[in-house]
Protein backbone atom coordinates (compact mmCIF):
# COMPACT_ATOMS: atom_id res chain seq x y z
CA UNK A 1 0.00 0.00 0.00
CA UNK A 2 2.72 2.61 0.64
CA UNK A 3 4.16 1.46 -2.14
CA UNK A 4 1.04 2.41 -4.27
CA UNK A 5 0.67 5.73 -2.33
CA UNK A 6 4.68 6.71 -3.44
CA UNK A 7 3.59 5.87 -6.97
CA UNK A 8 0.63 7.30 -7.19
CA UNK A 9 1.58 10.45 -5.23
CA UNK A 10 4.75 10.93 -7.39
CA UNK A 11 2.59 11.12 -10.81
CA UNK A 12 0.09 13.15 -8.62
CA UNK A 13 2.72 15.81 -7.47
CA UNK A 14 4.50 15.64 -11.23
CA UNK A 15 1.18 16.31 -12.94
CA UNK A 16 -0.15 19.17 -10.87
CA UNK A 17 3.55 20.38 -10.72
CA UNK A 18 3.76 20.62 -14.77
CA UNK A 19 -0.08 22.16 -14.91
CA UNK A 20 0.93 24.78 -12.78
CA UNK A 21 4.00 25.64 -14.55
CA UNK A 22 1.81 25.64 -17.58
CA UNK A 23 -1.08 27.99 -16.05
CA UNK A 24 2.03 30.39 -14.82
CA UNK A 25 3.89 30.42 -18.17
CA UNK A 26 0.05 31.35 -19.42
CA UNK A 27 -1.06 34.21 -16.84
CA UNK A 28 2.22 35.94 -18.02
CA UNK A 29 0.83 36.20 -21.46
CA UNK A 30 -2.90 37.28 -20.61
CA UNK A 31 -2.99 41.02 -21.22
CA UNK A 32 -6.31 42.23 -21.86
CA UNK A 33 -10.21 40.71 -21.14
CA UNK A 34 -10.18 39.40 -25.01
CA UNK A 35 -6.76 37.06 -23.88
CA UNK A 36 -8.68 36.03 -20.13
CA UNK A 37 -11.77 34.99 -21.70
CA UNK A 38 -11.08 33.68 -25.63
CA UNK A 39 -7.26 33.30 -25.47
CA UNK A 40 -7.11 35.86 -27.53
CA UNK A 41 -9.33 34.28 -30.36
CA UNK A 42 -5.65 32.96 -31.74
CA UNK A 43 -6.10 29.40 -30.70
CA UNK A 44 -5.56 27.29 -34.08
CA UNK A 45 -7.88 24.61 -35.15
CA UNK A 46 -5.96 21.77 -34.20
CA UNK A 47 -5.05 22.90 -30.95
CA UNK A 48 -8.75 24.00 -29.92
CA UNK A 49 -9.77 20.08 -31.70
CA UNK A 50 -7.38 18.45 -28.89
CA UNK A 51 -8.57 21.26 -26.01
CA UNK A 52 -11.94 20.58 -26.91
CA UNK A 53 -11.58 16.23 -26.76
CA UNK A 54 -9.87 17.56 -23.14
CA UNK A 55 -13.08 19.24 -22.02
CA UNK A 56 -15.33 16.55 -23.40
CA UNK A 57 -13.10 13.43 -22.14
CA UNK A 58 -14.40 13.91 -18.14
CA UNK A 59 -13.97 11.58 -15.43
CA UNK A 60 -17.71 9.98 -16.53
CA UNK A 61 -16.09 9.64 -19.91
CA UNK A 62 -13.09 7.48 -18.39
CA UNK A 63 -14.31 6.56 -14.73
CA UNK A 64 -17.82 6.19 -15.45
CA UNK A 65 -17.74 4.63 -18.63
CA UNK A 66 -15.99 1.46 -17.52
CA UNK A 67 -18.15 1.07 -14.78
CA UNK A 68 -20.99 1.16 -16.13
CA UNK A 69 -19.73 -2.12 -18.14
CA UNK A 70 -19.35 -3.69 -14.95
CA UNK A 71 -22.75 -2.92 -13.25
CA UNK A 72 -24.92 -2.05 -16.51
CA UNK A 73 -23.89 -4.11 -19.68
CA UNK A 74 -23.04 -2.13 -22.34
CA UNK A 75 -25.23 0.99 -21.67
CA UNK A 76 -22.02 2.88 -21.41
CA UNK A 77 -22.07 2.23 -25.52
CA UNK A 78 -25.65 3.72 -25.70
CA UNK A 79 -23.81 6.80 -23.75
CA UNK A 80 -21.26 6.98 -25.98
CA UNK A 81 -23.21 7.13 -29.14
CA UNK A 82 -25.88 9.69 -28.67
CA UNK A 83 -22.52 12.02 -27.02
CA UNK A 84 -20.50 11.52 -30.19
CA UNK A 85 -23.55 12.55 -32.59
CA UNK A 86 -23.50 15.18 -31.10
CA UNK A 87 -20.26 16.54 -32.65
CA UNK A 88 -21.37 16.31 -35.99
CA UNK A 89 -24.62 18.71 -35.28
CA UNK A 90 -22.46 21.06 -33.52
CA UNK A 91 -20.72 21.68 -36.55
CA UNK A 92 -23.30 21.59 -39.09
CA UNK A 93 -25.84 23.62 -36.88
CA UNK A 94 -23.41 26.02 -34.84
CA UNK A 95 -19.84 25.81 -34.66
CA UNK A 96 -19.71 28.07 -37.65
CA UNK A 97 -22.60 30.85 -36.55
CA UNK A 98 -21.29 30.46 -33.20
CA UNK A 99 -17.53 31.76 -33.79
CA UNK A 100 -19.21 34.81 -36.19
CA UNK A 101 -21.10 36.17 -33.63
CA UNK A 102 -19.56 35.21 -30.30
CA UNK A 103 -17.48 37.68 -28.56
CA UNK A 104 -16.30 36.05 -25.18
CA UNK A 105 -19.34 34.36 -24.03
CA UNK A 106 -22.80 32.28 -24.91
CA UNK A 107 -24.52 34.83 -24.18
CA UNK A 108 -22.70 37.24 -26.27
CA UNK A 109 -24.39 35.12 -29.23
CA UNK A 110 -27.74 36.22 -28.32
CA UNK A 111 -26.85 39.36 -27.47
CA UNK A 112 -25.83 40.07 -31.08
CA UNK A 113 -29.36 39.95 -31.78
CA UNK A 114 -31.82 40.90 -29.39
CA UNK A 115 -30.97 44.14 -27.06
CA UNK A 116 -32.86 42.94 -24.46
CA UNK A 117 -31.14 42.11 -21.19
CA UNK A 118 -33.61 39.04 -19.68
CA UNK A 119 -32.16 37.38 -22.52
CA UNK A 120 -28.85 37.48 -21.71
CA UNK A 121 -30.00 37.02 -18.01
CA UNK A 122 -31.65 33.60 -18.76
CA UNK A 123 -28.83 32.63 -20.89
CA UNK A 124 -26.37 33.60 -18.17
CA UNK A 125 -28.66 31.34 -15.67
CA UNK A 126 -29.01 28.26 -17.87
CA UNK A 127 -24.73 28.47 -18.56
CA UNK A 128 -24.65 28.30 -14.54
CA UNK A 129 -26.81 25.47 -14.15
CA UNK A 130 -25.35 23.58 -17.05
CA UNK A 131 -21.80 24.27 -15.53
CA UNK A 132 -22.99 23.43 -11.89
CA UNK A 133 -24.02 20.03 -12.83
CA UNK A 134 -21.42 19.35 -14.91
CA UNK A 135 -19.00 20.52 -12.02
CA UNK A 136 -20.71 17.81 -9.37
CA UNK A 137 -20.55 15.53 -11.88
CA UNK A 138 -15.95 16.06 -12.29
CA UNK A 139 -15.58 16.24 -8.40
CA UNK A 140 -17.48 13.60 -7.39
CA UNK A 141 -15.15 11.11 -9.59
CA UNK A 142 -12.19 13.08 -7.81
CA UNK A 143 -13.16 12.86 -4.23
CA UNK A 144 -14.07 8.84 -5.31
CA UNK A 145 -10.26 9.09 -6.82
CA UNK A 146 -8.44 10.06 -4.32
CA UNK A 147 -10.46 8.64 -1.25
CA UNK A 148 -9.86 5.35 -2.83
CA UNK A 149 -6.30 6.23 -3.67
CA UNK A 150 -5.13 8.15 -0.08
CA UNK A 151 -7.45 7.37 2.00
CA UNK A 152 -8.54 11.15 1.97
CA UNK A 153 -11.88 11.81 3.35
CA UNK A 154 -14.38 12.78 -0.04
CA UNK A 155 -14.65 16.21 1.30
CA UNK A 156 -10.97 16.84 1.78
CA UNK A 157 -10.86 15.15 -1.42
CA UNK A 158 -12.99 17.62 -3.17
CA UNK A 159 -11.51 20.47 -1.89
CA UNK A 160 -8.18 19.71 -2.61
CA UNK A 161 -9.32 19.51 -6.59
CA UNK A 162 -11.61 22.99 -5.63
CA UNK A 163 -8.42 24.85 -4.72
CA UNK A 164 -6.56 23.64 -7.29
CA UNK A 165 -9.02 24.69 -9.91
CA UNK A 166 -9.48 28.05 -8.79
CA UNK A 167 -5.53 28.28 -9.11
CA UNK A 168 -5.71 27.30 -13.05
CA UNK A 169 -8.61 29.58 -14.09
CA UNK A 170 -7.90 32.84 -11.14
CA UNK A 171 -4.21 32.90 -13.14
CA UNK A 172 -3.87 31.71 -16.60
CA UNK A 173 -7.67 31.92 -17.66
CA UNK A 174 -8.93 30.30 -20.97
CA UNK A 175 -5.15 29.80 -22.66
CA UNK A 176 -4.19 27.44 -19.15
CA UNK A 177 -6.99 26.52 -19.66
CA UNK A 178 -6.17 24.99 -23.14
CA UNK A 179 -2.97 24.01 -22.48
CA UNK A 180 -4.11 22.11 -19.65
CA UNK A 181 -6.34 20.37 -21.82
CA UNK A 182 -4.45 19.41 -24.37
CA UNK A 183 -1.89 18.17 -21.81
CA UNK A 184 -4.54 16.33 -20.21
CA UNK A 185 -5.67 15.03 -23.81
CA UNK A 186 -2.89 13.31 -24.47
CA UNK A 187 -2.32 11.59 -21.78
CA UNK A 188 -5.71 10.32 -21.39
CA UNK A 189 -5.23 9.05 -24.86
CA UNK A 190 -1.86 7.54 -24.06
CA UNK A 191 -3.89 5.42 -20.85
CA UNK A 192 -6.84 4.18 -23.08
CA UNK A 193 -4.31 2.90 -25.84
CA UNK A 194 -2.24 1.11 -23.48
CA UNK A 195 -4.81 -0.55 -20.98
CA UNK A 196 -6.13 -1.26 -24.66
CA UNK A 197 -3.24 -2.67 -25.48
CA UNK A 198 -2.45 -4.78 -22.59
CA UNK A 199 -6.35 -6.19 -22.49
CA UNK A 200 -5.92 -7.23 -26.05
CA UNK A 201 -2.29 -9.04 -25.07
CA UNK A 202 -4.15 -11.15 -22.68
CA UNK A 203 -6.61 -12.11 -25.14
CA UNK A 204 -3.49 -12.58 -28.00
CA UNK A 205 -4.62 -9.31 -29.68
CA UNK A 206 -8.07 -10.77 -30.38
CA UNK A 207 -11.28 -8.34 -29.86
CA UNK A 208 -13.23 -12.01 -30.43
CA UNK A 209 -11.76 -13.84 -27.82
CA UNK A 210 -12.36 -10.56 -25.61
CA UNK A 211 -15.96 -10.36 -26.39
CA UNK A 212 -15.78 -14.46 -25.32
CA UNK A 213 -14.42 -13.92 -22.13
CA UNK A 214 -16.58 -11.68 -21.36
CA UNK A 215 -19.40 -13.30 -22.07
CA UNK A 216 -18.20 -16.02 -19.86
CA UNK A 217 -17.32 -13.88 -16.82
CA UNK A 218 -21.26 -12.56 -16.72
CA UNK A 219 -23.29 -15.87 -17.93
CA UNK A 220 -26.40 -14.81 -15.68
CA UNK A 221 -27.18 -11.64 -18.75
CA UNK A 222 -25.95 -10.95 -22.02
CA UNK A 223 -23.27 -8.09 -21.31
CA UNK A 224 -23.29 -6.97 -24.90
CA UNK A 225 -27.14 -5.74 -24.65
CA UNK A 226 -28.68 -2.52 -23.15
CA UNK A 227 -28.90 -3.14 -19.01
CA UNK A 228 -32.63 -3.53 -17.36
CA UNK A 229 -31.92 0.74 -16.58
CA UNK A 230 -32.92 0.93 -20.29
CA UNK A 231 -35.55 -1.36 -20.90
CA UNK A 232 -38.29 1.29 -20.81
CA UNK A 233 -38.35 2.50 -24.32
CA UNK A 234 -39.61 6.61 -22.85
CA UNK A 235 -36.50 6.54 -21.07
CA UNK A 236 -34.06 5.05 -23.30
CA UNK A 237 -35.45 8.05 -26.03
CA UNK A 238 -35.10 10.37 -23.73
CA UNK A 239 -31.60 9.94 -23.00
CA UNK A 240 -30.94 9.74 -26.28
CA UNK A 241 -32.55 13.11 -26.74
CA UNK A 242 -30.53 14.90 -24.41
CA UNK A 243 -26.97 13.05 -25.14
CA UNK A 244 -26.90 13.78 -28.32
CA UNK A 245 -28.59 17.78 -28.16
CA UNK A 246 -26.92 18.04 -24.69
CA UNK A 247 -23.48 18.97 -26.28
CA UNK A 248 -25.08 21.54 -28.40
CA UNK A 249 -25.67 23.67 -25.21
CA UNK A 250 -22.26 22.86 -22.94
CA UNK A 251 -21.02 26.53 -22.17
CA UNK A 252 -17.48 25.03 -22.09
CA UNK A 253 -17.95 23.33 -25.48
CA UNK A 254 -19.62 26.46 -27.17
CA UNK A 255 -16.81 28.60 -25.71
CA UNK A 256 -14.23 27.12 -27.32
CA UNK A 257 -15.31 28.28 -31.06
CA UNK A 258 -14.74 31.90 -29.42
CA UNK A 259 -11.19 31.01 -29.13
CA UNK A 260 -10.34 30.43 -33.13
CA UNK A 261 -9.40 33.06 -35.80
CA UNK A 262 -11.62 32.15 -38.06
CA UNK A 263 -15.51 29.76 -39.30
CA UNK A 264 -12.28 27.16 -40.99
CA UNK A 265 -10.21 26.98 -37.78
CA UNK A 266 -13.98 26.29 -35.71
CA UNK A 267 -14.54 23.35 -38.11
CA UNK A 268 -11.20 21.68 -38.32
CA UNK A 269 -11.38 21.98 -34.22
CA UNK A 270 -14.76 20.09 -34.45
CA UNK A 271 -13.03 17.89 -36.92
CA UNK A 272 -9.84 16.84 -34.50
CA UNK A 273 -12.00 16.23 -31.25
CA UNK A 274 -15.03 14.18 -33.36
CA UNK A 275 -12.07 11.84 -34.48
CA UNK A 276 -10.10 11.85 -30.91
CA UNK A 277 -13.13 11.33 -28.95
CA UNK A 278 -14.65 8.70 -31.12
CA UNK A 279 -10.89 6.83 -30.92
CA UNK A 280 -11.29 7.07 -27.12
CA UNK A 281 -14.99 5.36 -27.20
CA UNK A 282 -13.25 2.66 -29.23
CA UNK A 283 -10.57 2.42 -26.85
CA UNK A 284 -13.45 2.46 -24.02
CA UNK A 285 -15.36 -0.92 -25.59
CA UNK A 286 -12.10 -2.67 -24.89
CA UNK A 287 -11.74 -1.39 -21.24
CA UNK A 288 -15.20 -2.16 -20.74
CA UNK A 289 -14.82 -5.35 -22.05
CA UNK A 290 -11.78 -5.67 -20.29
CA UNK A 291 -13.22 -4.53 -16.81
CA UNK A 292 -15.84 -7.61 -16.74
CA UNK A 293 -13.13 -10.12 -18.17
CA UNK A 294 -10.66 -9.57 -15.75
CA UNK A 295 -11.74 -7.17 -13.26
CA UNK A 296 -15.24 -9.09 -12.18
CA UNK A 297 -13.93 -12.39 -11.57
CA UNK A 298 -11.11 -11.41 -9.50
CA UNK A 299 -11.71 -11.61 -5.67
CA UNK A 300 -8.88 -8.99 -5.06
CA UNK A 301 -10.93 -6.36 -6.28
CA UNK A 302 -13.97 -7.20 -4.38
CA UNK A 303 -15.01 -6.48 -0.36
CA UNK A 304 -16.67 -9.48 1.58
CA UNK A 305 -20.28 -8.07 0.40
CA UNK A 306 -18.53 -8.79 -3.41
CA UNK A 307 -18.64 -5.00 -4.53
CA UNK A 308 -15.83 -3.63 -6.44
CA UNK A 309 -13.92 -1.85 -4.16
CA UNK A 310 -14.24 1.90 -4.41
CA UNK A 311 -17.30 1.96 -6.64
CA UNK A 312 -18.17 1.42 -10.21
CA UNK A 313 -16.26 4.03 -10.62
CA UNK A 314 -13.09 2.88 -9.86
CA UNK A 315 -12.72 -0.35 -12.22
CA UNK A 316 -10.75 1.20 -14.53
CA UNK A 317 -8.06 1.62 -12.12
CA UNK A 318 -8.22 -1.77 -10.83
CA UNK A 319 -8.18 -2.70 -14.60
CA UNK A 320 -5.01 -0.54 -14.69
CA UNK A 321 -3.27 -2.56 -11.23
CA UNK A 322 -4.11 -6.09 -12.92
CA UNK A 323 -2.60 -5.25 -15.94
CA UNK A 324 0.38 -3.19 -15.01
CA UNK A 325 0.62 -3.59 -11.18
CA UNK A 326 1.31 -0.42 -8.52
CA UNK A 327 3.05 1.75 -11.01
CA UNK A 328 0.50 1.58 -14.11
CA UNK A 329 -2.20 2.29 -11.65
CA UNK A 330 -0.61 5.29 -10.27
CA UNK A 331 -0.44 6.39 -13.12
CA UNK A 332 -3.69 6.41 -14.44
CA UNK A 333 -5.39 7.51 -11.32
CA UNK A 334 -2.82 10.36 -11.32
CA UNK A 335 -4.14 11.41 -15.39
CA UNK A 336 -7.55 10.83 -14.51
CA UNK A 337 -7.08 12.70 -11.95
CA UNK A 338 -5.90 15.65 -14.29
CA UNK A 339 -8.64 14.93 -16.37
CA UNK A 340 -10.71 15.65 -13.67
CA UNK A 341 -8.76 19.21 -12.66
CA UNK A 342 -8.31 20.07 -16.45
CA UNK A 343 -12.75 19.63 -17.75
CA UNK A 344 -13.10 21.10 -13.77
CA UNK A 345 -11.25 23.98 -15.17
CA UNK A 346 -12.86 24.18 -18.21
CA UNK A 347 -16.20 24.51 -16.50
CA UNK A 348 -15.53 26.96 -14.12
CA UNK A 349 -13.86 29.50 -16.87
CA UNK A 350 -17.03 28.99 -18.59
CA UNK A 351 -18.79 29.88 -15.40
CA UNK A 352 -17.15 32.61 -13.99
CA UNK A 353 -16.88 34.25 -17.72
CA UNK A 354 -20.97 33.98 -17.27
CA UNK A 355 -21.01 35.63 -13.89
CA UNK A 356 -18.02 38.84 -14.25
CA UNK A 357 -19.00 39.59 -18.21
CA UNK A 358 -22.66 38.45 -18.37
CA UNK A 359 -24.06 38.61 -15.33
CA UNK A 360 -21.93 41.51 -13.62
CA UNK A 361 -20.15 43.78 -16.61
CA UNK A 362 -23.29 43.77 -18.88
CA UNK A 363 -26.47 42.68 -16.91
CA UNK A 364 -25.88 44.71 -13.56
CA UNK A 365 -23.71 47.37 -14.37
CA UNK A 366 -24.33 47.70 -17.96
CA UNK A 367 -20.70 48.24 -18.91
CA UNK A 368 -18.62 45.81 -19.91
CA UNK A 369 -15.83 48.58 -20.70
CA UNK A 370 -14.05 48.23 -17.40
CA UNK A 371 -11.90 45.29 -17.81
CA UNK A 372 -9.69 45.63 -14.78
CA UNK A 373 -12.95 45.12 -13.09
CA UNK A 374 -14.68 42.71 -14.74
CA UNK A 375 -11.51 40.47 -14.73
CA UNK A 376 -11.29 40.63 -10.51
CA UNK A 377 -15.37 39.53 -10.29
CA UNK A 378 -14.10 36.77 -12.79
CA UNK A 379 -11.77 35.74 -9.91
CA UNK A 380 -14.04 35.89 -7.25
CA UNK A 381 -16.64 34.23 -8.92
CA UNK A 382 -14.12 31.56 -9.88
CA UNK A 383 -13.88 31.20 -6.02
CA UNK A 384 -17.49 30.99 -5.25
CA UNK A 385 -18.24 28.43 -7.97
CA UNK A 386 -15.88 26.26 -6.13
CA UNK A 387 -17.13 26.36 -3.22
CA UNK A 388 -20.37 25.88 -4.73
CA UNK A 389 -19.08 22.85 -6.83
CA UNK A 390 -17.58 21.31 -3.32
CA UNK A 391 -20.40 21.41 -1.15
CA UNK A 392 -23.11 20.64 -3.87
CA UNK A 393 -21.03 17.22 -4.58
CA UNK A 394 -21.30 15.74 -1.66
CA UNK A 395 -25.41 15.18 -2.15
CA UNK A 396 -24.09 13.17 -5.02
CA UNK A 397 -21.39 11.09 -4.20
CA UNK A 398 -22.99 8.03 -4.20
CA UNK A 399 -24.34 8.39 -7.81
CA UNK A 400 -22.34 7.09 -11.15
CA UNK A 401 -20.83 9.56 -12.57
CA UNK A 402 -21.68 8.79 -16.34
CA UNK A 403 -25.19 8.60 -15.17
CA UNK A 404 -25.47 12.26 -13.29
CA UNK A 405 -23.80 12.96 -16.98
CA UNK A 406 -26.45 12.40 -18.60
CA UNK A 407 -28.61 14.74 -16.36
CA UNK A 408 -26.45 17.61 -16.92
CA UNK A 409 -26.41 16.92 -20.71
CA UNK A 410 -30.36 16.82 -20.76
CA UNK A 411 -30.45 20.84 -18.75
CA UNK A 412 -28.06 21.78 -21.38
CA UNK A 413 -30.31 19.91 -24.42
CA UNK A 414 -33.61 21.36 -22.53
CA UNK A 415 -32.46 25.13 -22.01
CA UNK A 416 -29.23 26.43 -23.94
CA UNK A 417 -29.86 24.54 -27.27
CA UNK A 418 -33.08 25.19 -28.46
CA UNK A 419 -32.78 29.40 -27.81
CA UNK A 420 -29.59 29.17 -29.57
CA UNK A 421 -30.55 26.86 -32.76
CA UNK A 422 -33.59 29.26 -32.79
CA UNK A 423 -31.28 32.16 -32.18
CA UNK A 424 -29.13 31.09 -35.12
CA UNK A 425 -31.58 30.11 -37.47
CA UNK A 426 -35.06 31.07 -37.15
CA UNK A 427 -35.47 34.69 -38.12
CA UNK A 428 -38.78 34.48 -36.49
CA UNK A 429 -37.66 34.46 -32.70
CA UNK A 430 -38.45 37.36 -30.84
CA UNK A 431 -36.78 38.35 -27.61
CA UNK A 432 -39.48 37.14 -25.47
CA UNK A 433 -39.52 33.71 -27.25
CA UNK A 434 -35.68 33.28 -26.58
CA UNK A 435 -36.66 33.99 -22.94
CA UNK A 436 -39.72 31.80 -22.68
CA UNK A 437 -37.82 28.84 -24.35
CA UNK A 438 -34.95 29.29 -22.36
CA UNK A 439 -36.53 29.61 -18.81
CA UNK A 440 -39.47 26.80 -19.52
CA UNK A 441 -36.91 24.20 -20.84
CA UNK A 442 -34.61 25.50 -17.77
CA UNK A 443 -37.39 24.80 -15.07
CA UNK A 444 -38.77 21.68 -16.62
CA UNK A 445 -35.81 20.26 -16.91
CA UNK A 446 -34.37 20.93 -13.32
CA UNK A 447 -38.08 20.08 -12.08
CA UNK A 448 -38.55 16.91 -13.63
CA UNK A 449 -35.09 16.06 -11.99
CA UNK A 450 -35.50 16.90 -8.94
CA UNK A 451 -39.18 14.76 -8.98
CA UNK A 452 -37.16 12.01 -10.56
CA UNK A 453 -36.05 9.15 -9.30
CA UNK A 454 -32.41 10.67 -9.33
CA UNK A 455 -32.81 13.12 -6.58
CA UNK A 456 -36.55 12.41 -5.25
CA UNK A 457 -35.42 8.99 -4.60
CA UNK A 458 -31.70 8.95 -4.70
CA UNK A 459 -30.74 11.90 -2.83
CA UNK A 460 -34.02 13.33 -0.76
CA UNK A 461 -34.74 9.05 0.62
CA UNK A 462 -38.55 8.71 -0.78
CA UNK A 463 -39.38 5.51 -1.74
CA UNK A 464 -41.53 6.20 -5.10
CA UNK A 465 -40.37 9.18 -7.63
CA UNK A 466 -43.08 12.07 -7.98
CA UNK A 467 -42.13 11.35 -11.50
CA UNK A 468 -41.30 8.25 -13.38
CA UNK A 469 -38.36 8.99 -15.73
CA UNK A 470 -34.67 9.90 -14.64
CA UNK A 471 -34.23 11.60 -17.97
CA UNK A 472 -36.25 14.52 -19.17
CA UNK A 473 -35.10 15.97 -22.21
CA UNK A 474 -37.90 14.07 -23.90
CA UNK A 475 -40.66 16.53 -22.20
CA UNK A 476 -38.51 18.95 -21.39
CA UNK A 477 -36.76 20.06 -25.04
CA UNK A 478 -40.66 20.03 -26.57
CA UNK A 479 -41.47 22.13 -24.11
CA UNK A 480 -38.71 24.55 -24.73
CA UNK A 481 -39.29 24.95 -28.39
CA UNK A 482 -43.12 25.38 -27.99
CA UNK A 483 -42.35 28.36 -25.17
CA UNK A 484 -40.44 29.84 -27.56
CA UNK A 485 -42.55 29.44 -30.06
CA UNK A 486 -45.69 30.47 -28.31
CA UNK A 487 -43.71 34.01 -27.20
CA UNK A 488 -42.22 34.76 -30.63
CA UNK A 489 -46.01 34.26 -31.85
CA UNK A 490 -47.12 36.75 -29.19
CA UNK A 491 -44.65 39.37 -30.37
CA UNK A 492 -45.44 38.91 -34.06
CA UNK A 493 -49.04 39.34 -33.01
CA UNK A 494 -48.53 42.60 -31.14
CA UNK A 495 -46.24 43.96 -33.45
CA UNK A 496 -49.39 43.82 -36.42
CA UNK B 1 -13.55 25.10 -60.05
CA UNK B 2 -15.88 23.90 -57.42
CA UNK B 3 -17.88 26.67 -55.62
CA UNK B 4 -17.18 25.35 -52.22
CA UNK B 5 -19.50 27.20 -50.32
CA UNK B 6 -22.34 26.63 -52.19
CA UNK B 7 -21.59 22.66 -51.71
CA UNK B 8 -21.37 23.49 -47.82
CA UNK B 9 -24.56 25.26 -47.79
CA UNK B 10 -26.64 22.59 -49.65
CA UNK B 11 -25.14 19.70 -47.49
CA UNK B 12 -25.23 20.77 -44.12
CA UNK B 13 -29.54 19.98 -43.63
CA UNK B 14 -29.06 16.99 -45.09
CA UNK B 15 -25.61 15.57 -43.41
CA UNK B 16 -27.73 16.96 -40.18
CA UNK B 17 -30.84 14.96 -41.43
CA UNK B 18 -28.46 11.65 -41.93
CA UNK B 19 -26.58 11.89 -38.51
CA UNK B 20 -29.91 12.92 -36.87
CA UNK B 21 -31.92 9.95 -38.36
CA UNK B 22 -29.39 7.26 -37.82
CA UNK B 23 -29.22 8.33 -34.24
CA UNK B 24 -32.49 8.17 -33.99
CA UNK B 25 -32.86 4.89 -35.69
CA UNK B 26 -30.24 3.47 -33.26
CA UNK B 27 -32.45 4.63 -30.34
CA UNK B 28 -35.32 3.70 -31.36
CA UNK B 29 -33.92 -0.08 -32.00
CA UNK B 30 -32.25 0.05 -28.43
CA UNK B 31 -35.48 1.10 -27.37
CA UNK B 32 -38.28 -1.02 -29.00
CA UNK B 33 -36.46 -3.58 -30.40
CA UNK B 34 -33.00 -4.54 -28.59
CA UNK B 35 -33.20 -8.20 -29.18
CA UNK B 36 -31.60 -7.01 -32.82
CA UNK B 37 -28.72 -5.79 -31.46
CA UNK B 38 -27.42 -9.59 -30.09
CA UNK B 39 -25.56 -12.02 -31.97
CA UNK B 40 -22.26 -11.86 -33.35
CA UNK B 41 -20.70 -10.51 -36.56
CA UNK B 42 -17.09 -11.68 -37.50
CA UNK B 43 -16.91 -12.65 -33.72
CA UNK B 44 -17.72 -9.19 -32.70
CA UNK B 45 -20.93 -8.71 -31.21
CA UNK B 46 -23.79 -6.82 -33.09
CA UNK B 47 -24.15 -4.12 -30.75
CA UNK B 48 -20.83 -2.95 -31.12
CA UNK B 49 -20.19 -3.52 -34.56
CA UNK B 50 -23.58 -1.43 -35.14
CA UNK B 51 -21.84 1.28 -32.29
CA UNK B 52 -18.97 0.76 -34.57
CA UNK B 53 -20.39 1.79 -37.59
CA UNK B 54 -21.86 5.41 -36.42
CA UNK B 55 -18.78 6.10 -34.89
CA UNK B 56 -17.51 5.61 -38.39
CA UNK B 57 -20.26 7.72 -39.92
CA UNK B 58 -20.31 10.30 -37.62
CA UNK B 59 -16.45 11.42 -38.00
CA UNK B 60 -16.84 11.00 -41.57
CA UNK B 61 -19.60 13.52 -41.93
CA UNK B 62 -17.62 15.78 -39.76
CA UNK B 63 -14.33 15.25 -41.68
CA UNK B 64 -16.86 15.76 -45.17
CA UNK B 65 -17.51 19.71 -43.97
CA UNK B 66 -14.78 20.45 -42.22
CA UNK B 67 -12.67 20.18 -45.34
CA UNK B 68 -14.82 22.51 -47.40
CA UNK B 69 -16.38 25.68 -47.13
CA UNK B 70 -14.61 29.00 -46.77
CA UNK B 71 -12.82 30.57 -43.50
CA UNK B 72 -15.96 33.29 -43.01
CA UNK B 73 -18.59 34.49 -44.69
CA UNK B 74 -20.86 37.72 -43.50
CA UNK B 75 -23.11 37.82 -41.04
CA UNK B 76 -26.43 39.02 -40.58
CA UNK B 77 -27.34 40.62 -37.57
CA UNK B 78 -30.84 41.76 -36.64
CA UNK B 79 -32.32 43.56 -33.51
CA UNK B 80 -35.79 43.13 -31.82
Redesign the interface.
Known amino acids: MSHLISTAGLFFIGLVALSLLVTVIAARRNRSAQDFYTAGGRVPGWMNGIALAGDYLSAAAFLGSAGLYLSMS?DS??Y???T??G???L???MA?KL???GHYTVADVLA????ERRVRLMSTLSSLTITLFYLIVQMVGAGKLIELLFGLPYLEAVTLVGVLMVCYVSLGGMLATTWVQMLKAGLLMACGIVLAGGVLRHYAG???LL??AAARAAPAH?V???SHA?SN??E??S???GL?LGLLGLPHVLMRFLTVP????A??S??WA??LI?LF??LN?VLGYGVVALVSPNPLFHDAAGKLLGGSNMAAIHLADLLGGPTLKGLVAAVAFATILAVVAGLTMAGASAISHDLYANWLRRDPADDRRELAVSRWATLGLGLAAVLLSTWFQNQNVAFLLGLAFAISASSQFPVLLLALHW?GL??RGAWWGGMTGMLASLLLICAGPAVWVGVLGYTKPLFPYANPALFSVPLAFLAAWCGSRK?AAQLE | MVDTMSVTRIS??L??CL??L???A???V???A??L??G?V???????AV??A???L??G???L???T?????P?E????
Request: aromatic residues 12%; contains cysteine.
Open positions: SIVAVGLAWPLLLLERRLQRFSSPAFDNFLPLPVVLLGLTDARARHVATGGFIIPSAT | APLAVGSCAYYGIAFPGLSRAGIPVAVALLFLFFVTLYALGSADAVRSRR
